[in-house]
């Protein structure tokens, strides 16, 4: 049956499909639960809306949902990251051919304009006769907020004409939601009501999900899929440790080594981050408001101050705090030519770049998609300086490069799909007098996702013996560490 989607070029599907086989050798976690779940399919009729970089890595994520009875509809969460070739894939699926594609809907292509982003976000929930979705996968919680938010503006009758919010991206996000409730004024109730849960991915998403319970505004229950230890302690951290640098690599190809990089938080991104600068041979240099990570910084050996120092000094900057206003126009103006800006946190206001936008008698020059050159007035005798901004201050390692490697995101998406078949067979656990909860996975599955990693990388693991487990106080089976242990 024929069905809806919009990509860049479908005719990219074979290249993609040999992307996908090679990934596939690199994800043993989604393929062991192919492998466990296959026959039994758990999540057959869970219908997915999907809100995720439409990625190599994330193909392999979408065919083991359906492996495991899924029907899915995917959208990009950032408009950058989509690698255009694993979208003609998945849409093709493994059976189909570009004239007769079988696989999945898919809505996303790289350099999608915001108000594309936000009409492919709703394509994801509009499913044809309104039989779906009953689940939703995110990363960064858009999807959830159109719900969240179309459901309010419902509810209150109107749209708000302003809010302290006045970003552009949210007013098309507020276009977005008016022409849809124009379409339909109960479109949003009647897609909040058939949603079972959400699963969401990263920081800044489990962040808004905590916002929304606390203020009891939360429709379904959600897993919080971050801080399962096998993803945050390792996409987060090695997955960054590797993209970084590839960002960096693709989009300038600059020498790291001997240069000073700053780097905005020293989370568990931050962490990462350093790392790998600091292995090119950068002197790297940290920000942080809080003082457990700033000391942690110190004692790995990096100097630690404010950006209002470290902007004037900086050969290269990475921002990764989740926050907004690490890097305002002020610092930008103060930094040294031809410095590097990016930002490798999930939302783009990290970096102000409207405000450099607005500096009088700034120049912006494209050296290449996604690599743009600030040029700042000449300043007296002085010649032009100019700064070099990545991903016009969007993640960095997804807009200028492929984002994480397939085997660190076999941990995160073995998680994710674990979390979709829990809320989907066992919603009843995620909520409490009824009312929605978001939680994290039990430890015991954080295990058994790091033990589905174990082999391929050669890893003997010790068996506990019964008298071993007694005396520390554990199963032998585990969990090995009690709720409170932080890794
Ligand atoms: P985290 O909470 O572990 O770390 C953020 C750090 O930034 C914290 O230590 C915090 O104290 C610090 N911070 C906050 N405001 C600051 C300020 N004004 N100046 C300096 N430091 C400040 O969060 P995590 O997991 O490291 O994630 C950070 C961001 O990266 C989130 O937006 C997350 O969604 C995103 N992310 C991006 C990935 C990618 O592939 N690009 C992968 C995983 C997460």
Same mark, same amino acid.
């Given at each position: 049956m024929p069905f809806d989607y919009k990509i860049r070029d479908i005719s990219l599907a074979e290249s993609g499909r @040999?992307?996908?086989?090679?990934?596939? @050798?690199?994800?043993?976690?989604?393929?062991?639960?192919?492998?466990?779940?296959?026959?039994?399919?758990?999540?057959?009729?869970?219908?997915?809306?999907?809100?995720?970089h439409m990625t190599v890595q994330t193909a392999v994520l979408i065919e083991t949902l359906t492996a495991l009875g899924a029907e899915v509809r995917w959208a990009s969460c950032n408009i950058y990251s989509t690698q255009d070739e694993a979208a003609a894939a998945v849409v093709v699926g493994p059976n189909g051919t570009v004239d007769d594609p079988q696989g999945v809907p898919v809505f996303a292509w790289k350099g999608e304009t915001l108000e594309e982003y936000w009409d492919c976000t709703n394509e994801i929930l509009t499913w044809p006769g309104n039989e779906g979705p009953n689940m939703i996968l995110d990363d960064g919680g858009d999807a959830t907020m159109l719900v969240h938010k179309g459901t309010e503006w419902e509810k209150a009758g109107q749209v708000p004409p302003t809010t302290e919010d006045d970003s552009e991206e949210f007013s098309v996000f507020k276009a977005l939601v008016r022409k849809t409730l124009a379409e339909d004024p109960t479109k949003w109730t009647k897609i909040g009501e058939q949603i079972q849960g959400v699963t969401e991915e990263t920081t800044t998403g489990v962040h808004r999900l905590y916002e929304l319970s606390r203020a009891d505004g939360l429709l379904f229950p959600a897993i919080n899929v971050n801080d399962s230890v096998t993803k945050s302690k390792f996409d987060n951290k090695y997955g960054t440790?590797?993209?970084?640098?590839?960002?960096?690599?693709?989009?300038?190809?600059?020498?790291?080594?001997?240069?000073?990089?700053?780097?905005?938080?020293?989370?568990?991104?931050?962490?990462?981050v350093a790392a790998a600068l600091a292995g090119q041979g950068a002197r790297v240099v940290v920000t942080e408001i809080d003082p457990i990570c700033a000391l942690q910084a110190a004692m790995e050996g990096f100097q630690?101050?404010?950006?209002?120092?470290?902007?004037?000094?900086?050969?290269?900057?990475?921002?990764?705090?989740?926050?907004?206003?690490?890097?305002?126009?002020? @610092?930008?103006?103060?930094?040294?030519?031809?410095?590097?800006?990016?930002?490798?946190?999930?939302?783009?206001?990290?970096?102000?770049?409207?405000?450099?936008?607005?500096?009088p008698g700034i120049a912006k020059v494209e050296i290449k998609p996604q690599v743009h050159e600030w040029t700042f007035p000449a300043d007296g005798d002085e010649e032009a300086r100019s700064i070099i901004v990545l991903s016009e201050g969007r993640l960095m390692n997804l807009g200028n490069a492929t984002g994480h490697p397939s085997f660190v995101m076999s941990n995160s998406f073995a998680n994710q799909t674990i979390a979709q078949i829990e809320l989907f067979t066992n919603g009843d656990a995620y909520r409490a007098n009824g009312k929605p909860l978001v939680k994290t996975l039990p430890k015991h599955l954080d295990e058994k996702v790091a033990r589905a990693h174990l082999d391929a990388l050669g890893v003997e693991l010790t068996a506990l013996r019964k008298d071993q487990a007694e005396y520390i106080g554990v199963d032998v089976a585990g969990p090995y560490k009690p709720e409170h242990y932080r890794y």
């Open positions: @040999h992307q996908l086989r090679l990934a596939e @050798h690199e994800m043993p976690g989604l393929m062991s639960l192919r492998a466990e779940y296959g026959e039994s399919k758990p999540l057959a009729g869970a219908k997915i809306a999907g809100s995720l440790r590797h993209s970084v640098l590839d960002g960096l690599n693709r989009a300038t190809d600059v020498l790291v080594g001997g240069k000073v990089a700053v780097v905005a938080g020293y989370g568990d991104v931050g962490k990462g630690v101050t404010t950006m209002d120092k470290a902007c004037e000094y900086g050969d290269i900057f990475v921002t990764t705090t989740g926050n907004f206003d690490i890097i305002t126009a002020d @610092h930008m103006s103060r930094m040294k030519n031809k410095a590097i800006v990016s930002n490798i946190g999930h939302f783009d206001n990290e970096i102000d770049m409207a405000g450099l936008a607005k500096i």
